[in-house]
């Protein structure tokens, strides 16, 4: 597994971790009546859904989809490393600003929970427009 | 990778881009700096990703990927993985036409909602009616009379 796949995975695992301590908060945390940790609920999903299923699926694809060509395997592996950060900033972002705009709203919340969105909507054109041209059958037919 | 397993593929990563599109969107309505019918995306947001992107995806790499029934390359019947095909992106449009008719102040219809479940519980039974005999263990692969 080359070193961009091993990266993506491992932090889709981090994210897996971070979900089940969250999960495992919020749940003991409702169980004693505490309502106030619901406004991370919305962060628990999408570390689960993009944090780890969306980069699982995007590393092992990297990893796995037929070779863009003998010479470069992978592609422009330079789209991968962008997509990687502008996701994982986005979700941390996210992370941030969505609970602390329910709890204590600031106009630099706004602002910052909006750019989370579009770091991770790039993220995802970004390994969309590196899988892309690895979607291919055999002899190279797209 | 087979043709459908292809379009599958492709087809998912369209409305993985889609809906993460939409989320961006959402984002921005919820920290107040996109108007609020920007909320009549969440649905499609939701449909998009699940069916449309995560099953899609899954299902086309599955179809491309499982073990086959012999040294030909034969994956079974077609038909079911055309049909999850149809079913799972019906039921990632239906909610969108929904969500682009209500923010277009137009009548949005519930049964376009009902007809994007009955889609998806489609797609993903056909879905596994095809992949279902191609969970094998490890084995010689039968070859042609011919060798």
């Not at chain 1, 592996?77 to 900033?89: I, R």
């Not at chain 2, 029934?69 to 039921?91: M, S």
């Not at chain 2, 049964?111 to 009616?129: F, H, I």
Request: charged residues 10%; aromatic residues 10%; hydrophobic residues 60%.
């Amino acid at each position: 597994m080359y070193l961009q796949a091993q990266v993506l995975i491992k932090t889709a695992l981090l994210h897996l971790l971070a979900a089940g301590l969250l999960g495992g908060g919020l749940l003991v945390s409702t169980a004693f009546g505490n309502a106030s940790l619901a406004p991370l609920r919305p962060l628990l999903y999408h570390l689960l859904a993009v944090g780890w299923i969306t980069q699982l699926i995007a590393g092992v694809a990297l990893w796995m989809f037929p070779p863009f060509s003998r010479e470069r395997p992978r592609g422009n592996e330079v789209l991968g490393w962008v997509a990687y950060g502008a996701l994982n900033s986005g979700l941390i972002l996210r992370a941030i600003a969505e609970p602390l705009l329910s709890w204590r709203p600031q106009p630099w919340q706004s602002i910052i929970l909006a750019l989370s969105g579009i770091l991770q909507a790039l993220a995802i054109w970004l390994i969309v427009i590196a899988l892309w041209p690895r979607i291919k059958g055999r002899g190279g037919k797209r | 990778m087979p043709l459908l397993a292809r379009i599958m593929i492709r087809t998912a990563l369209i409305w993985q881009a889609l809906g993460f599109s939409g989320a961006a969107l959402l984002l921005a309505a919820k920290a107040g700096v996109a108007p609020p019918i920007f909320w009549n995306l969440l649905e499609a947001h939701l449909q998009a990703l699940f069916f449309g992107w995560m099953i899609q995806f899954a299902g086309g790499v599955a179809y491309w990927i499982m073990p086959r029934f012999d040294a030909a390359g034969n994956r079974g019947r077609i038909w079911p993985v055309v049909g999850a095909c149809i079913g799972l992106n019906f039921a990632a449009v239906l909610p969108t036409l929904r969500a682009i008719l209500s923010m277009l102040s137009l009548p949005a219809p519930l049964w376009l909602a009902a007809l994007g479940g009955l889609s998806a519980m489609l797609g993903c039974a056909m879905l596994a009616l095809h992949l279902w005999p191609r969970i094998l263990p490890f084995r010689n692969l039968p070859r042609h009379a011919d060798g």
